[in-house]
């Protein structure tokens, strides 16, 4: 049961001293309980009253951790129901299966891609996280293990088979990077709560339906099983919907421990056109599934499956930004011209690909407006004509160029003579309003007389 931020400060020393970063133990308790700080940024609370509150305060689906390093994939951890009631915690894993008995070429070329295809997108890399390998005969699980971490060592690995043993040859090879280990059913219950004992791996529950996937949770949860991934069984998109709707409502609003867990979903297991999975996939994104299995993941299919993603567990109250600084584009020198925009991510990767675009090299220069855009910025007082002049002295421009001209954005056209006024021997140029009309307005460019 959460505890309420009145119950927690119970349990703090009170001494108000704001070591945690935060004024008053009553704040701090408050943000404790709102699942906004952590009840280990304060040094004096006793062990006894972090393991109570740590244990209230854990999130309804619990965090499941795959393999490690650059190959560690974290599914979980999501404390609400609806993206606008906080945020989502971790996005959906894209995982490509490889059964152990296809042909060769297939596997290399599933492999490859798995670690080849990265994405930048508004200054964060997108890649697919997990390749699930399925015990078909053929090769071992073990040897294609294997073969995946010296082929594409950023992938965590889920090892899938209804054999123990073989899942546990899997798990010794994989090592340090230790895989989730799918197939416990109710038969089986008790040899992968040993599996999970002797590895310390996750594991993956498969139940013939929700009902039956409860009651073999519940078994694992018994038997001391911490970490697991649930599968409904449903093998439809609706019943797969369905299930998943059910289990985050049951988890979250109901504490419903069987179900608090992350859930694996099977696209590739639903039919057999790769568009249609990834139509699946997308659905699944979204109503929650923590991990999504396909039959390939092209590149058609795999980037806008990961913009999705960054769209649905982008923390919706904060928005992205870029740091401030000098950014220069296409390798300008000291008579390239000097433009200035806010941080806002999306700006900046709009700015700088019009500027790229137009093969004028440029000079950048990002302010931070907390992630606001140009317009807002300016109204919330975060991009006013004192506040640019005063980036512009300190960022160290003056020693990159001989001209002293500023390129500011058309929309902030009215602070032109503030600004002339708080830069005196700059010359204030108004851009355009639209990035789309830089690269014609760049070309024109001549730095002032
Ligand atoms: Fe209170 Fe602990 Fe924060 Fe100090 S560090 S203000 S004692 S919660």
Same mark, same amino acid.
């Given at each position: ?50 393991? $109570? ?30 993206? !606008? ?30 670690? /080849? ?125 369905? /299930? ?70 982008? /923390? ?30 999306? $700006? ?54 001989? !001209? ?32 789309? !009309? ?12």
């Amino acid at each position: 049961m959460a505890l309420t931020g009145i119950q927690i400060l119970k349990m703090l020393p009170k001494k108000n001293c704001g070591e945690c970063d935060i004024p008053t133990c009553l704040a701090f308790a408050m943000k404790v309980a709102a699942g906004q700080a952590e009840i280990e940024a304060c040094p004096y609370v006793s062990d006894e009253a972090k393991a $109570t509150i740590g244990e209230a305060s854990a999130p309804p689906i619990r965090t499941i951790k795959i393999g490690t390093g650059d190959a560690q994939f974290t599914a979980g951890g999501e404390t609400c129901q609806f993206r !606008h009631e906080k945020r989502f915690e971790n996005q959906t894993g894209l995982a490509v299966l490889i059964a152990t008995d296809e042909d060769a070429a297939s596997i290399d070329g599933k492999i490859k891609r798995a670690n /080849d295809f990265v994405y930048e997108r508004v200054g964060v890399m997108m890649r697919n996280n997990l390749v699930a390998i399925k015990d078909k005969g053929g090769a071992s699980l073990a040897d294609m293990a294997k073969k995946v971490m010296e082929g594409a060592p950023q992938q965590a690995i889920i090892l899938m088979s209804d054999n123990v043993e073989n899942l546990k040859a899997g798990a010794e090879a994989c090592g340090d990077n230790k895989p989730l280990l799918y197939g416990a059913t109710g038969e089986n219950a008790d040899a992968f709560a040993g599996l999970a004992q002797d590895t310390g791996c996750a594991i993956g529950v498969k139940g013939k339906n929700l009902d039956d996937l409860v009651e073999t949770a519940d078994k694992l949860i018994a038997a001391g099983v911490k970490d697991m991934v649930i599968d409904t069984g449903a093998r439809t998109l609706k019943g797969a919907f369905e /299930d998943n709707v059910v289990a985050r409502r049951a988890a979250v609003k109901d504490k419903f421990k069987a179900l608090g867990f992350p859930t694996i979903a099977f696209p590739c297991e639903m039919c057999d056109d790769l568009m249609m999975e990834a139509m699946i996939g997308s659905v699944l994104i979204a109503k929650y599934a923590g991990i999504t299995v396909f039959s390939d993941l092209q590149g058609d299919i795999l980037f806008p499956l990961l913009l999705e993603q960054l769209n649905i567990f982008t /923390d919706p109250q904060r928005p992205m930004v870029v740091a401030e600084d000098i950014y220069p584009v296409t390798g300008p020198d000291e008579n390239s011209p000097v433009l200035i925009t806010c941080n806002f991510s999306l $700006t900046y990767f709009i700015v700088s690909g019009e500027i790229e675009g137009s093969k004028v090299p440029s000079w950048l220069l990002i302010k931070d407006t907390e992630g606001l855009s140009v317009l807002t910025a300016w109204a919330a007082g975060k991009f006013g004509a004192d506040l640019i002049a005063m980036f512009v002295n300190k960022s160290g421009i003056l020693d990159k160029v001989k !001209h002293r001209e500023l390129i500011i954005p058309g929309y902030l056209a009215t602070i032109k003579g503030e600004l002339e006024e708080e830069l005196p021997d700059w010359t204030i140029t108004i851009g355009p309003r639209e990035a789309g !009309h830089l690269p014609a307005f760049l070309k024109e460019w001549k730095p002032a007389a």
